[in-house]
């Protein structure tokens, strides 16, 4: 592995801890955390449909923008169990990042905007 490679896996275990740490500060029962923290993953029944449908609905449930958002929004209206569900997605993006799961392109599960998976 190359050290930007490295350096950018560990930036991604350090977000993930970030967001446990701020999870664990919303107070909110750590049986959500266990609930949740595969639910993202249910997108990949898209492939089903296809590898472009596949790639789509995987990708929607795994970009930052939406979790982000939510934060922001439990944050601003003192939603503890909104905060604490976008931190469990936040948790679960950078956990994918950090083993090197990245958004998928149309042309299989295995290739991804980090490059093809297991190399």
Do not use: C
């Not at 049986?31 to 790639?55: E, K, Q, T, V």
């Amino acid at each position: 592995m190359r050290p930007v490679d490295l350096a950018i896996r560990l930036e991604w275990v350090a977000a993930a801890v970030a967001a446990i740490v701020f999870y664990k500060m919303t107070g909110v029962s750590w049986w959500l955390f266990a609930l949740l923290i595969l639910a993202p993953d249910l997108s990949m029944l898209g492939y089903l449909a296809g590898p472009r449908i596949g790639a789509i609905a995987y990708n929607a449930l795994h970009i930052l923008i939406v979790p982000l958002v939510l934060a922001l929004v439990g944050v601003l209206f003192s939603g503890p169990v909104t905060s604490a569900v976008a931190l469990i997605w936040v948790a679960h993006i950078a956990i994918d990042r950090a083993l090197g799961y990245g958004l998928k392109l149309s042309t299989g599960f295995q290739d991804t905007h980090l490059g093809r998976i297991g190399r």
